[in-house]
């Protein structure tokens, strides 16, 4: 990282305020549905009430003849058009856009309406007539597997398995097991959840005849990987496409996959020649669009008497759904689920994965986490503290004994990662300190003597984020680099370009702060622009806590390009020779004379209007960065915990986070990702779960039922840190959106589950609602 | 129907239909879109506006025809033109926002809210922000912000000038 | 989500009066509330518009209902499909028929269960509603039985 | 999502409002706080083909204390209540309720007596207005009467109020001599609908004993329901630990909920019981007893 004494603007690490903020707080935002085009007609779309069903009929007069309905298309319409299938993702399976023969999941688009007026097409949904015969549905994977009845017809091999996916020696790794003195062995489901930005999905598809171009302002959170599949999937040259992602209300990965609503107001609008849009409601958003995790996970772990691990094996099945649209990399159809060694240095391991079609809604997303990492994080986390309790050892000693050690880096995990750099023990320990690790252990101590319930819980979490290395992260073959265009204007601002697209996590600021500090230019006179596929870089888009880790290092990267061609410039106007002219204090100079020196302006000028001989006038430069490797952020994370026995109503008194994601660019903002992730980690220990119940209905439609909590339920959260920088990234930084969602979720169960251990508790699933600690609370009893 | 509304300060006359909402009505008739919407069962509070400058009300779940001779306060009038309101203001220092979407609605009922109670805790604060969901910032800095408005504003009630500089 | 209900009703009819009766697609559909329309379609089955009102919710639910009698005319299976408000609502009813000289006794059990915005938003409401319905369907069968005799 | 089409009625006044409803009969329905009929409607679950909004009659929105009760008009908003620390003494259960019904910004538009007409199994009103001993006052048409609650709430979402009917306003009698009341509710969240709640409110007789009692419990049967073997068991009684024990026995044994997404039949039996006994904790810390 730089190291610069510079005080602002020009430092990285300065907590500046937001430069996107003064148009959010004036209500001057610019989200999908703030856009409205001339001639512009509304999509609506028809549900499947069934979760499997054959489609007998569909009757569209009624809905015809609702006045201002222009159109009702069905599946069997765009099959017409070769759209009734798309590709997922990873390019494994297809899905359909409507129903062709059979609906797969309740709620599954049939059929659109398309009108003159939002409540015109509304109105014409609510009578297309659908004819259905409904069929026995498969809701729990674990019936999925015996294949009794098949999901997806459609498919060659007739079952619902999808694949199969194992990394580690599994033979070394029972010997292990076989042989160690304690060995534990535990059912952990990670939920199926819902990232639920507030802002919904949607679309306004203009196809104008007159240019031939397709237009989609889009919420999207890879505009340009969004790009290349609509000119995939309908032929139309990606050149004659244009995509433009405009505010996003939050993403968190549900931004990620292709949606029914897309397609078919692009197919309307190429079909009728007039912009269409579709914002879909918030059912629609709950019931249609990713969801995230539903990971059951057996998890392994043998270990010697005195608390040494020895072997992990972790057996998972996986519920994706009808379809198999889990956004992963190509050839990581689970993710970066290897990461579930965790911090801990592992001899051996092994795990295995088969994931399973049901009759429920596709997805798997990448939740406010890098690809399943979070579901990783919860399995070791959690089997940890179990082991802790078996072994009677204080679940931080447990951690502290087993932690990958600081001159263990670069670490090479057994299941095939290199850790990049960290130092766990310190973290950990600075955690322990600052809570008051070994007070609080008193005050339990006492509280459990008078029969109160108080827990303490930990999680030391580490992620795999910023995929990816081209080598071996792709998505349908594109290779996950990332890209910056920066130009700098002769008078010395600058545009800053870039292939990721900000929800929230305020690019425009610290994108900036990136090209100030390696340009020695003014952050507030540095423009960024994404999410225009006509004007930004080709780039893989913001999730997976990729955009530092990739684009952030591409944008140091094009700014080193471009301050090698003005230290020519400075050469030229030093008169000195270019290998005699340096870049200090944010300017050029001829060694050994700092006082004679040129700054990023003036050589910016020069470029435009005194260029030095045999150089190409001008000042700008595009990178686009393929990563070395992953970069591993991890932290240190406390619960504490007092369940109230009468109700099972869990208060969590205090929750410190102590993040280490290498350089900080902007602490402000890096401390807001913490707060928001802790808040979304907390929802999910507590409250989020999408449910279906046995006839396959979705139980989880609305916020009422779909629970996110509020400022009251939140907790307040204390945060810090520690820094080891990412020694293979440019500024040395790391990446953190996703941290405190990764690792939160453990600590509040683990503090939970130590709070019920006298009553000899061990696990109970998440979302632990009151009714369900209430519950073990009372069969403990019995 | 042929309404009489006065939002933000301008007397606006607009035929709507009966079940438009007053949400959709000043986002698509009045070309006001800072007032977002974000569910359909009055949960989430981004569609948050002030009515008669004393309620906050969720413009989803209302319909236009209802505020036919009243006056709202959406967040785009809440600015004195360049000058930000302290509830602008703090939100933006105490990086109280991140997406955005949930902004204007905590703004609005922040409004209310300070204007029934001048120097809310902490816990009144999360009380009163308990309609309006945020997605990203956990809520801590946006208790901030509304603690730090509300120094603002109480010093501007001690000494009216202090707000203008 | 599946709702339970379960009820009983003794009528002073015979057996085969009462069999008869409830094996008559017109008769079943004169005994539901709140019936806008029926239209018997075959011996077994009828179609029947009826007019949901619980509070707030008020509308049309259309139903098609099929009867079928178990061998031995000791009991009666009857499956109600329909639904409104872009749900369903699948209600399978079955009544144990006993007699004891010239009382009947209809033991009945129904489950309902729900789909779509009626069984998330308004499941509450339409508890209530498939309450009523079935439990006033099988006391109509009572009344009209004993006033025919 | 987006309501279907209506007409839609300005009323000036009661009688105009009442002259409307006599015209459009089960077709209309009363427009006041429309917190939970405008959600209904946007899922198009409630389709009313007329609306009757009685916003515009001026005079509803009272809030009286007069003639030992309380009186709130049609129009009175929860967060009326809520901001009137006057009647918080005289009514603490009712200034509990006014402050955990729905979320703060619904509380600003919702009225007590259109929760009452809703009458939603789970919801709050109704609750404190059985151990209150709330009484409705129906105008129609015909004329005024006056329902007693227990009589008003008919059914799930069902109420005493007749097509051409419209509820004008609550009474709240105020509870006699040295009483307090508190209640208690649990809500997956801020805005969920109770998973169970629990009203209580009690008067000393000089004796130290319980003179007279009110209990009500809500999502434990198809209305609120009044838990009268616990009121019973109370009255006349010295308050003590094992009483209230016993009365919050009494409510779970009375609560008869159904199952959904907030709790099992048990969970939400036995919070019953755990609800009451803390109501009438919270009302023995009121009235200054140690039990």
Redesign the interface.
Same mark, same amino acid.
């Given at each position: 990282m730089s190291t610069t004494a510079e005080p602002e603007p020009y430092s990285i690490g300065v907590a500046m305020?937001?430069k996107?903020?003064?148009?959010?707080?004036?209500?001057?935002?610019n989200?999908l549905?703030?856009h409205?085009l001339p001639g512009m007609l509304h999509l609506a779309l028809v @549900?499947s009430?069934?979760p499997h069903a054959r489609i007998v009929k569909i009757d569209k007069t009624a809905a015809l003849a609702v006045p201002g309905v222009v159109a009702v298309l069905t599946g069997e319409d765009l099959a017409a058009h070769n759209l009734a299938w798309i590709p997922t993702f990873h390019g494994y399976d297809k899905q359909m856009v409507l129903c062709v023969g059979k609906a797969l999941y309740?709620y599954q688009e049939v059929a659109g309406v398309i009108a003159t007026s939002?409540?015109a097409a @509304?109105?014409g949904a609510?009578l297309v007539d659908v004819q259905y015969e409904p069929l026995q549905p498969v809701i729990d994977p674990f019936v999925s597997l015996t294949d009794k009845t098949l999901v997806r017809e459609d498919r060659e091999a007739k079952t619902n398995h999808i694949y199969h996916w194992e990394v580690g020696k599994r033979d070394e790794t029972d010997a292990a097991l076989a042989k160690a003195d304690v060995h534990i062995n535990e059912r952990i489901v990670f939920q199926r959840c819902h990232p639920?930005?507030?802002?919904?999905c949607g679309v306004i598809a203009d196809m104008n005849p007159g240019t031939g171009r397709l237009t989609l302002i889009l919420t999207s959170q890879a505009p340009h990987a969004h790009r290349t599949v609509v000119s995939l999937v309908t032929g139309i040259p990606e050149d004659k496409i244009r995509i433009i992602s405009p505010?996003?209300?939050?993403g968190?990965g549900n931004k990620v996959p292709v949606y029914a609503g897309y397609v078919v107001a692009a197919a309307a609008s190429v079909v009728l020649g007039v912009p269409v849009k579709w914002v879909e409601?918030?059912?629609e958003n709950l019931t249609c669009t990713g969801f995230a995790r539903d990971y059951h996970m057996d998890v392994e772990i043998g270990a010697t008497s005195d608390g040494k691990v020895t072997a992990l094996k972790v057996k998972t099945v996986a519920d994706h759904g009808a379809f198999d649209a889990a956004a992963d990399p190509t050839k990581y159809p689970a993710g970066l689920f290897g990461i579930v060694t965790g911090s801990y240095d592992f001899p051996t391991a092994f795990t295995e994965l088969d994931a399973y079609f049901t009759n429920k809604a596709p997805g798997g997303v990448a939740y406010r986490c890098s690809f399943r990492v979070t579901e990783a994080s919860y399995a070791i986390e959690r089997a940890m503290d179990i082991l802790a309790s078996r072994l009677k050892l204080d679940p931080s000693e447990l951690r502290l004994k087993n932690f990958v050690r600081k001159d263990q880096f670069p670490y090479p995990s057994p299941l095939g990662f290199v850790y990049d750099s960290g130092d766990y023990h310190t973290t950990l320990k600075k955690a322990l300190n600052k809570i008051g690790y070994a007070e609080l252990r008193k005050e339990q101590a006492e509280k459990r003597a008078r029969g109160e319930l108080m827990g303490i819980g930990i999680s030391t979490f580490t992620e795999a984020v910023g995929a990816g290395p081209s080598k071996h992260f792709d998505i349908m073959g594109i290779k996950m680099f990332d890209s910056a265009e920066i130009r700098v204007h002769p008078t010395g601002s600058a545009i800053l370009r870039a292939g990721t697209k900000s929800?929230?996590?305020?690019h425009e600021t610290t994108w900036a702060q990136i090209a100030a500090e390696e340009l020695g230019l003014d952050p507030q006179n540095i423009l960024v622009e994404e999410g225009d596929t006509d004007t930004a870089p080709y780039g893989l888009g913001t999730y997976a806590s990729r955009s530092t880790p990739v684009a952030g290092a591409a944008i140091a990267m094009a700014a080193r390009r471009i301050r090698e061609k003005a230290r020519i410039i400075a050469a030229h106007l030093l008169e000195a020779p270019v290998d005699d002219v340096e870049w200090s204090k944010h300017a050029f100079n001829v060694v050994g004379i700092p006082d004679k020196s040129i700054t990023m302006q003036q050589a910016a000028f020069a470029a435009y209007t005194n260029p030095a001989p045999d150089s190409e006038p001008g000042l700008e430069a595009t990178f686009y960065y393929d990563p070395p490797n992953l970069t591993f952020p991890y932290g240190a994370y406390v619960a504490v915990v007092d369940v109230d026995q009468?109700?099972g109503?869990v208060k969590v008194r205090r929750f410190l986070a102590i993040d280490d994601c290498g350089t900080v660019i902007n602490p402000?903002?890096v401390?807001?990702?913490? @707060?928001?992730?802790?808040?979304?980690g907390f929802a999910i220990a507590f409250?989020q779960e999408i449910?279906y119940?046995?006839?396959g209905?979705?139980?989880?439609?609305?916020?009422?039922?779909y629970?996110?909590?509020?400022?009251?339920?939140?907790p307040?959260?204390e945060t810090d840190s520690t820094c080891t920088p990412s020694p293979h990234h440019p500024i040395g930084a790391k990446g953190v959106g996703e941290s405190p969602n990764v690792g939160s979720p453990a600590a509040f169960v683990n503090a939970v589950m130590d709070a019920l251990s006298p009553l000899g508790i061990e696990h109970i699933d998440m979302p632990l609602?009151?009714?369900k600690v209430?519950?073990a609370i009372q069969a403990a009893r019995k | 129907m042929t309404i009489t509304v006065t939002v933000n300060g301008t007397k606006y006359v607009r035929d709507v239909e009966p079940r438009t909402l007053l949400a959709y009505f000043l986002r698509e008739s009045l070309g006001l879109t800072g007032t977002h919407i974000g569910c359909d069962s009055s949960s989430c509070g981004v569609c948050v506006v002030v009515m008669d400058g004393e309620r906050a009300v969720k413009s989803c779940t209302m319909f236009a025809v209802q505020a036919d001779g009243h006056e709202i306060l959406t967040v785009e009038g809440l600015a004195a033109g360049a000058a930000l309101h302290p509830l602008q203001q703090a939100f933006w220092d105490q990086h109280g926002l991140q997406c955005g979407y949930c902004t204007p609605g905590m703004l609005m009922t922040s409004y209310v809210l300070l204007g029934k109670n001048p120097n809310p805790s902490e816990a009144e604060i999360r009380d009163g922000l308990s309609g309006n969901l945020c997605r990203c910032t956990g809520y801590n800095n946006i208790v901030k912000a509304v603690q730090q408005a509300a120094a603002t504003l109480g010093a501007a009630a001690r000494e009216p000038e202090a707000v203008a500089s | 989500m599946n709702l339970n209900y379960s009820g009983q009703e003794t009528i002073a009819a015979s057996h085969d009066k009462v069999w008869s009766f409830i094996n008559d697609p017109a008769s079943i559909a004169s005994c539901m509330p709140d019936v806008l329309e029926s239209t018997v379609i075959d011996p077994h089955t009828f179609d029947a518009t009826v007019q949901v009102a619980v509070g707030p919710v008020r509308g049309k639910f259309k139903f098609h209902v099929k009867l079928d009698p178990q061998p031995g005319e000791k009991r009666l299976n009857m499956t109600i499909g329909g639904g409104g408000f872009g749900s369903v609502v699948d209600l399978t009813a079955g009544a144990d028929i006993s007699t004891e000289g010239d009382t009947t006794t209809l033991d009945w059990t129904g489950v309902a269960s729900m789909r779509g915005p009626v069984a998330t938003v308004g499941g509450r409401v339409l508890d209530a509603q498939a309450k009523r319905v079935i439990t006033t369907t099988f006391a109509n069968v009572k009344a009209k039985l004993t006033e025919a005799a | 999502m987006f309501p279907a089409a209506f007409d839609y009625h300005r009323a000036g006044s009661v009688d105009e409002a009442i002259a409307l409803l006599k015209q459009y009969g089960g077709d209309a329905r009363i427009l006041a706080g429309g917190q939970s009929l405008i959600p209904a409607m946007r899922y198009r679950l409630a389709r009313p083909a007329v609306l009757i909004d009685i916003n515009p009659v001026s005079d509803l929105g009272y809030i009286r204390d007069s003639d030992g009760m309380l009186v709130l008009g049609a129009l009175a908003r929860d967060a009326e209540l809520e901001r009137t620390p006057k009647l918080h003494d005289r009514y603490p259960l009712l200034a509990d309720v006014s402050a955990v019904v729905a979320d703060p910004v619904v509380r600003q538009m919702g009225t007590v007596v259109g929760s009452l007409c809703h009458n939603d199994p789970a919801g709050d009103w109704a609750v404190a207005a059985l151990a209150s001993r709330a009484q409705v006052v129906v105008r129609g048409a015909a004329g005024t009467r006056t329902v007693a609650i227990d009589d008003f709430l008919v059914d799930s979402f069902t109420t005493a109020v007749a097509d051409g009917e419209m509820a004008l306003e609550a009474h709240f009698p105020a509870p006699p001599g040295r009483n307090a009341g508190s209640y208690q509710k649990i809500e997956r969240k801020v805005g969920d609908f109770a998973t169970a709640s629990a009203a209580a409110w009690a008067s000393l007789a000089a004796d130290g004993t319980f003179a007279e009692v009110g209990i009500a419990i809500g999502a434990a049967g198809p209305t609120a329901k009044r838990v009268v073997a616990a009121e019973t068991l109370l009255r006349g009684k010295k308050p003590t630990r094992e009483l209230i024990r016993a009365a919050a026995d009494e409510a779970a044994k009375a609560a008869d909920p159904s199952a959904d997404g907030r709790g099992s039949v048990a969970y939400k039996k036995a919070m019953a019981g755990v609800l009451v006994g803390r109501a009438l904790d919270g009302t023995c810390k009121r009235l200054g007893i140690e039990v």
């Amino acid at each position: 990282m730089s190291t610069t004494a510079e005080p602002e603007p020009y430092s990285i690490g300065v907590a500046m305020k937001r430069k996107e903020d003064p148009r959010f707080i004036r209500g001057r935002g610019n989200y999908l549905d703030d856009h409205s085009l001339p001639g512009m007609l509304h999509l609506a779309l028809v @549900h499947s009430p069934y979760p499997h069903a054959r489609i007998v009929k569909i009757d569209k007069t009624a809905a015809l003849a609702v006045p201002g309905v222009v159109a009702v298309l069905t599946g069997e319409d765009l099959a017409a058009h070769n759209l009734a299938w798309i590709p997922t993702f990873h390019g494994y399976d297809k899905q359909m856009v409507l129903c062709v023969g059979k609906a797969l999941y309740q709620y599954q688009e049939v059929a659109g309406v398309i009108a003159t007026s939002r409540d015109a097409a @509304h109105d014409g949904a609510e009578l297309v007539d659908v004819q259905y015969e409904p069929l026995q549905p498969v809701i729990d994977p674990f019936v999925s597997l015996t294949d009794k009845t098949l999901v997806r017809e459609d498919r060659e091999a007739k079952t619902n398995h999808i694949y199969h996916w194992e990394v580690g020696k599994r033979d070394e790794t029972d010997a292990a097991l076989a042989k160690a003195d304690v060995h534990i062995n535990e059912r952990i489901v990670f939920q199926r959840c819902h990232p639920a930005p507030l802002e919904p999905c949607g679309v306004i598809a203009d196809m104008n005849p007159g240019t031939g171009r397709l237009t989609l302002i889009l919420t999207s959170q890879a505009p340009h990987a969004h790009r290349t599949v609509v000119s995939l999937v309908t032929g139309i040259p990606e050149d004659k496409i244009r995509i433009i992602s405009p505010d996003l209300g939050g993403g968190f990965g549900n931004k990620v996959p292709v949606y029914a609503g897309y397609v078919v107001a692009a197919a309307a609008s190429v079909v009728l020649g007039v912009p269409v849009k579709w914002v879909e409601t918030r059912t629609e958003n709950l019931t249609c669009t990713g969801f995230a995790r539903d990971y059951h996970m057996d998890v392994e772990i043998g270990a010697t008497s005195d608390g040494k691990v020895t072997a992990l094996k972790v057996k998972t099945v996986a519920d994706h759904g009808a379809f198999d649209a889990a956004a992963d990399p190509t050839k990581y159809p689970a993710g970066l689920f290897g990461i579930v060694t965790g911090s801990y240095d592992f001899p051996t391991a092994f795990t295995e994965l088969d994931a399973y079609f049901t009759n429920k809604a596709p997805g798997g997303v990448a939740y406010r986490c890098s690809f399943r990492v979070t579901e990783a994080s919860y399995a070791i986390e959690r089997a940890m503290d179990i082991l802790a309790s078996r072994l009677k050892l204080d679940p931080s000693e447990l951690r502290l004994k087993n932690f990958v050690r600081k001159d263990q880096f670069p670490y090479p995990s057994p299941l095939g990662f290199v850790y990049d750099s960290g130092d766990y023990h310190t973290t950990l320990k600075k955690a322990l300190n600052k809570i008051g690790y070994a007070e609080l252990r008193k005050e339990q101590a006492e509280k459990r003597a008078r029969g109160e319930l108080m827990g303490i819980g930990i999680s030391t979490f580490t992620e795999a984020v910023g995929a990816g290395p081209s080598k071996h992260f792709d998505i349908m073959g594109i290779k996950m680099f990332d890209s910056a265009e920066i130009r700098v204007h002769p008078t010395g601002s600058a545009i800053l370009r870039a292939g990721t697209k900000s929800q929230g996590q305020g690019h425009e600021t610290t994108w900036a702060q990136i090209a100030a500090e390696e340009l020695g230019l003014d952050p507030q006179n540095i423009l960024v622009e994404e999410g225009d596929t006509d004007t930004a870089p080709y780039g893989l888009g913001t999730y997976a806590s990729r955009s530092t880790p990739v684009a952030g290092a591409a944008i140091a990267m094009a700014a080193r390009r471009i301050r090698e061609k003005a230290r020519i410039i400075a050469a030229h106007l030093l008169e000195a020779p270019v290998d005699d002219v340096e870049w200090s204090k944010h300017a050029f100079n001829v060694v050994g004379i700092p006082d004679k020196s040129i700054t990023m302006q003036q050589a910016a000028f020069a470029a435009y209007t005194n260029p030095a001989p045999d150089s190409e006038p001008g000042l700008e430069a595009t990178f686009y960065y393929d990563p070395p490797n992953l970069t591993f952020p991890y932290g240190a994370y406390v619960a504490v915990v007092d369940v109230d026995q009468e109700t099972g109503f869990v208060k969590v008194r205090r929750f410190l986070a102590i993040d280490d994601c290498g350089t900080v660019i902007n602490p402000m903002i890096v401390e807001g990702q913490i @707060h928001g992730g802790l808040t979304e980690g907390f929802a999910i220990a507590f409250m989020q779960e999408i449910v279906y119940d046995e006839n396959g209905n979705n139980l989880n439609t609305n916020f009422t039922d779909y629970l996110v909590p509020t400022s009251l339920e939140s907790p307040s959260w204390e945060t810090d840190s520690t820094c080891t920088p990412s020694p293979h990234h440019p500024i040395g930084a790391k990446g953190v959106g996703e941290s405190p969602n990764v690792g939160s979720p453990a600590a509040f169960v683990n503090a939970v589950m130590d709070a019920l251990s006298p009553l000899g508790i061990e696990h109970i699933d998440m979302p632990l609602t009151r009714e369900k600690v209430w519950t073990a609370i009372q069969a403990a009893r019995k | 129907m042929t309404i009489t509304v006065t939002v933000n300060g301008t007397k606006y006359v607009r035929d709507v239909e009966p079940r438009t909402l007053l949400a959709y009505f000043l986002r698509e008739s009045l070309g006001l879109t800072g007032t977002h919407i974000g569910c359909d069962s009055s949960s989430c509070g981004v569609c948050v506006v002030v009515m008669d400058g004393e309620r906050a009300v969720k413009s989803c779940t209302m319909f236009a025809v209802q505020a036919d001779g009243h006056e709202i306060l959406t967040v785009e009038g809440l600015a004195a033109g360049a000058a930000l309101h302290p509830l602008q203001q703090a939100f933006w220092d105490q990086h109280g926002l991140q997406c955005g979407y949930c902004t204007p609605g905590m703004l609005m009922t922040s409004y209310v809210l300070l204007g029934k109670n001048p120097n809310p805790s902490e816990a009144e604060i999360r009380d009163g922000l308990s309609g309006n969901l945020c997605r990203c910032t956990g809520y801590n800095n946006i208790v901030k912000a509304v603690q730090q408005a509300a120094a603002t504003l109480g010093a501007a009630a001690r000494e009216p000038e202090a707000v203008a500089s | 989500m599946n709702l339970n209900y379960s009820g009983q009703e003794t009528i002073a009819a015979s057996h085969d009066k009462v069999w008869s009766f409830i094996n008559d697609p017109a008769s079943i559909a004169s005994c539901m509330p709140d019936v806008l329309e029926s239209t018997v379609i075959d011996p077994h089955t009828f179609d029947a518009t009826v007019q949901v009102a619980v509070g707030p919710v008020r509308g049309k639910f259309k139903f098609h209902v099929k009867l079928d009698p178990q061998p031995g005319e000791k009991r009666l299976n009857m499956t109600i499909g329909g639904g409104g408000f872009g749900s369903v609502v699948d209600l399978t009813a079955g009544a144990d028929i006993s007699t004891e000289g010239d009382t009947t006794t209809l033991d009945w059990t129904g489950v309902a269960s729900m789909r779509g915005p009626v069984a998330t938003v308004g499941g509450r409401v339409l508890d209530a509603q498939a309450k009523r319905v079935i439990t006033t369907t099988f006391a109509n069968v009572k009344a009209k039985l004993t006033e025919a005799a | 999502m987006f309501p279907a089409a209506f007409d839609y009625h300005r009323a000036g006044s009661v009688d105009e409002a009442i002259a409307l409803l006599k015209q459009y009969g089960g077709d209309a329905r009363i427009l006041a706080g429309g917190q939970s009929l405008i959600p209904a409607m946007r899922y198009r679950l409630a389709r009313p083909a007329v609306l009757i909004d009685i916003n515009p009659v001026s005079d509803l929105g009272y809030i009286r204390d007069s003639d030992g009760m309380l009186v709130l008009g049609a129009l009175a908003r929860d967060a009326e209540l809520e901001r009137t620390p006057k009647l918080h003494d005289r009514y603490p259960l009712l200034a509990d309720v006014s402050a955990v019904v729905a979320d703060p910004v619904v509380r600003q538009m919702g009225t007590v007596v259109g929760s009452l007409c809703h009458n939603d199994p789970a919801g709050d009103w109704a609750v404190a207005a059985l151990a209150s001993r709330a009484q409705v006052v129906v105008r129609g048409a015909a004329g005024t009467r006056t329902v007693a609650i227990d009589d008003f709430l008919v059914d799930s979402f069902t109420t005493a109020v007749a097509d051409g009917e419209m509820a004008l306003e609550a009474h709240f009698p105020a509870p006699p001599g040295r009483n307090a009341g508190s209640y208690q509710k649990i809500e997956r969240k801020v805005g969920d609908f109770a998973t169970a709640s629990a009203a209580a409110w009690a008067s000393l007789a000089a004796d130290g004993t319980f003179a007279e009692v009110g209990i009500a419990i809500g999502a434990a049967g198809p209305t609120a329901k009044r838990v009268v073997a616990a009121e019973t068991l109370l009255r006349g009684k010295k308050p003590t630990r094992e009483l209230i024990r016993a009365a919050a026995d009494e409510a779970a044994k009375a609560a008869d909920p159904s199952a959904d997404g907030r709790g099992s039949v048990a969970y939400k039996k036995a919070m019953a019981g755990v609800l009451v006994g803390r109501a009438l904790d919270g009302t023995c810390k009121r009235l200054g007893i140690e039990v």
